[in-house]
Nanobody, 124 residues
Framework: VQLVESGGGSVQAGESLRLSCVAS?????MGWFRQAPGKGREGVAS????????YYADSVTGRFTISQDSAKNSLFLHMNSLKPEDTGMYYC?????????????????????WGHGTQVTVSS
């Protein structure tokens, strides 16, 4: 599966952005990861195809919303109330879903297709 992200940019703290990702094919789960300068990659949010279940990292819960348009193989990340600590390269990924106690969780090792990333910069 090939993935192409778009929608990154530079904004002020408190503003919003919407990231988009177009996939060339089907995957069981799709997710967003991010990598801040000098740090490792972290999972942000994921969604099972069809949108029945989603996962959010604690740091973005209540501010970010993941959604998809299955008919168009598109994935979105709506980011509200952005903070400077949200700054980083955001990657779209496709792979398998992992469940724990009936809840969707996010493990980087389950994702085998990655986009090239889109930069998000939030200034204070």
């Amino acid at each position: 599966v090939q993935l192409v992200e778009s929608g990154g940019g530079s904004v002020q703290a408190g503003e919003s952005l919407r990231l988009s990702c177009v996939a060339s094919g089907y995957s069981q789960c799709m997710g967003w990861f991010r990598q801040a300068p000098g740090k490792g990659r972290e999972g942000v949010a994921s969604i099972s195809t069809g949108g029945a279940k989603s996962y959010y990292a604690d740091s973005v819960t209540g501010r970010f919303t993941i959604s998809q348009d299955s008919a168009k193989n598109s994935l979105f990340l709506h980011m509200n109330s952005l903070k400077p600590e949200d700054t980083g390269m955001y990657y779209c990924a496709a792979g398998l879903c992992r469940w724990q106690s009936g809840k969707l969780i996010l493990e980087e090792s389950d994702y085998n297709s990655w986009g090239h990333g889109t930069q998000v910069t939030v200034s204070s």
